[in-house]
């Protein structure tokens, strides 16, 4: 693979445009981490961000079109940014993880939403100069499965899909997998598994429902709306939700280059601001945000219709998974999907801890070394975050015990 310019890079701007994360975008994501791809792309963005002083820098925002995206949006529909004093660009919509990150490293955008365990891999496997300074939403993923599958048991011997090996969605389904008594491989999709083996294999989120309504796979776990609609088709119905295994964890973080921290720290602190205001904003505003999210909307965020988004942020339906026994831990009061921005040091701490036993494909090789006391300081810079938060009165604005400290609950 070569380094390529802004021109080449497939950015798609379509509406109708989905995820997608092929097995060539995973072996793009492996070349980034080799100085001859990386140095040139780390060039280019350099170049691009000494052609703005301060906070004269718009903001470029890159996203996939899932509801982990949803602050980032909201804030550029409801104006948030500018209310701050910044500038826009409209929103970059990208069909894969790894042309987010081309186009991150590049500094055409330059505010992301990133997989929690790829910042891990970003900063620490590829070399890229990454800080997380906020969450951008907690919980948000599910593992859905076929209409015969009740108990994770049943998955033995079966195919489950995942969107990518570095993500909360692999962590999670592993760990549940064990508890249960089952070995999650890695193999062809016709291998012959045992009984007590699960092969995982990573496939797009959108082609996710129709392998699961043409039995292709017998489950998958990803973020939502995908979960959603695949209830609303009947193709399909949720087995466990992510946020009742790790309570209220994270999945998606705000990312920006540490350059723009250590140049423009007063442009970052604007930005989490406006993010920080968008995620309180969202948690009283459901249906306003379904609509803004959606293909009916004005901005045309995504491609997803408006009843699955508002079964992922209605929080009166997340009551009947409780209903039905679906929530193991209703005394947790989680939502299907919430928003909390402050990025806890205690989760990034058990992050790596888990990754470092969990199955993952490529050079994990930086896991084996790496603290995470070390990551949880030197990923994450909560400054920004911790402002932002007491600007809009404290924790308790996010119904939360003020402070900046919790235990992590993982069932």
């Known amino acids: 693979m070569t380094a390529k310019t802004s021109s080449s890079l497939h950015i798609c701007t379509s509406s109708n445009c989905t995820c997608h994360l092929s097995r060539r975008d995973v072996l793009r994501l492996g070349a980034l981490a080799t100085a001859a791809v990386a140095a040139p792309l780390l060039s280019m963005g350099d170049a691009r961000a000494q052609a703005f002083k301060g906070d ?93 599958v009740n108990t994770v048991q049943d998955l033995g011997g079966k195919i489950v899909a995942i969107p990518f090996w570095y993500s909360i969605h692999n962590i999670v389904l592993q760990s549940v997998l064990r508890h249960n008594g089952l070995e999650p491989v890695s193999r062809a999709r016709d291998a012959k598994l045992k009984a007590n083996e699960v092969n995982l294999i990573v496939m797009p989120p959108a082609e996710m429902v129709s392998a699961l309504a043409t039995k292709a796979i017998s489950g998958y776990i990803v973020a939502d709306p995908f979960n959603a609609n695949a209830e609303l088709l009947k193709v399909g119905k949720v087995l466990r939700f992510t946020g009742d295994v790790w309570k209220n964890h994270a999945c998606c973080v705000l990312t920006v280059a540490e350059r723009d921290i250590q140049e423009r720290p007063e442009w970052v602190q604007r930005v989490t601001n406006a993010n920080v205001k968008a995620q309180l ?20 965020y995504t491609p997803h219709a408006m009843p699955g988004l508002e079964k992922v942020l209605n929080t009166a ?12 831990h209703k005394d947790w009061n989680s939502r299907r999907i919430d928003f909390q921005p402050y990025p806890f040091p205690s989760y990034t701490e058990q992050l790596v801890k888990s990754l470092q036993v969990t199955q993952l494909e490529g050079d994990s090789a930086f896991l084996k070394e790496l603290d995470p006391n070390f990551a949880a300081t030197d990923l994450v810079d909560d400054r920004f975050a911790k402002e932002a938060i007491e600007q809009v009165g404290g924790m308790s604005a996010f119904d939360l015990p003020n402070g900046w400290s919790r235990t992590e609950v993982y069932a």
């Open 317 to 328: 339906d997340y009551q009947s998974y409780v209903d039905a026994g679906v929530i193991q």
């Open 281 to 300: 904003w969202v948690r009283s505003h459901q249906a306003e945000t379904a609509k803004i999210l959606s293909k009916d909307g004005e901005g045309k």
């Open 56 to 148: 004269d820098q718009p903001v470029r925002i890159g996203y996939l079109p899932i509801t982990d995206a949803t602050p980032l949006l909201v804030a550029h529909a409801n104006k948030l940014y500018e209310a701050e004093g910044l500038r826009t660009e409209k929103p970059t919509l990208f069909r894969s993880w790894a042309q987010l990150v081309e186009a991150f490293v590049s500094n055409q955008v330059n505010v992301i939403h990133m997989l929690s365990p790829a910042t891990l891999w970003m900063r620490y496997g590829s070399k890229f100069p990454t800080k997380v300074v906020a969450w951008n939403h907690v919980n948000g993923s599910a593992i859905t499965v076929t209409p015969e």
